[in-house]
């Protein structure tokens, strides 16, 4: 069965440093997704993205963050300059369609710590 | 977005089925009910997903009455391996952003 991947699976970082998280997702999906989750809380919707450009983001998706298919396979998440509370376990998700009956696939997850 | 609201935690033993009860007194005419699985440092996962009435397929069932103000997710015979956080989620066929609540941890027993 196809599925997303995301690498790293753990990244430790410090504090103002820039990290970029990798996902792959489903071959023949068009919609592509971040959430997050911090240790203990809920799963939390960061952007969605399709046909090139980011088509809604949370209020958590400020400007230190940014996303980016950079070839036919891969989508990035990028956080430019990360703080403390970065830290979280970070979902890529896909799925075939944009609705909300579509199934989204998750990936394992990034954990990020910053230090 | 509908509110729902779920059991914190449920304990069950191994061969049992556990129904899980969500509630989603507003949810609207476009609203689907759609249940995700989420095993410890893991991410989501689709279960089911329903509208009215009862679905079923190869893991779970879903239950929603006529009045669709909260559905029953059924875990037939579980195993260990069914322990897990369950996310219930209502959300509008238009929208594809998922909105997870804390989530119910079902704790199965041997």
């Known amino acids: 069965e196809p599925e997303v991947t995301q690498t790293p699976s753990h990244q430790v970082t410090q504090m103002g440093q820039e990290v970029i998280l990798r996902c792959v997702p489903i071959s023949n999906h068009l919609y592509f997704y971040w959430y997050r989750q911090i240790l203990g809380q809920k799963v939390e919707f960061l952007v969605s993205f399709y046909n090139n450009e980011i088509s809604e983001k949370s209020e958590i998706f400020d400007d230190q963050f940014s996303v980016e298919r950079p070839d036919g396979s891969n989508f990035t998440l990028k956080i430019r300059s990360t703080k403390l509370e970065d830290s979280a376990m970070y979902f890529c998700?896909?799925?075939?369609?944009?609705?909300?009956?579509?199934?989204?696939?998750f990936g394992p997850g990034t954990r990020l710590t910053v230090l | 977005l509908a509110k729902t609201t779920q059991p914190i935690s449920m304990d069950s033993y191994e061969g049992q089925e556990v129904n899980i009860t969500c509630s989603h007194n507003?949810?609207?005419?476009?609203?689907?009910i759609t249940w995700y699985q989420q095993f410890p440092s893991q991410g989501p996962r689709f279960i089911i997903q329903?509208?009215?009435t009862k679905v079923t397929n190869e893991v779970a069932s879903l239950f929603i009455p006529a009045d669709r103000k909260s559905s029953t997710l059924s875990l037939p015979r579980v195993s260990l391996s069914d322990t897990a956080v369950y996310y219930c989620?209502?959300?509008?066929?238009?929208?594809?952003?998922?909105?997870f609540g804390a989530g119910t941890t079902v704790t199965v027993r041997a």
């Open positions: 989620l209502v959300g509008r066929s238009n929208d594809y952003k998922l909105s």
């Open positions: 329903g509208y009215k």
């Open positions: 507003n949810i609207a005419t476009n609203d689907y």
């Open positions: 998700a896909s799925s075939e369609g944009g609705t909300g009956t579509d199934t989204q696939y």
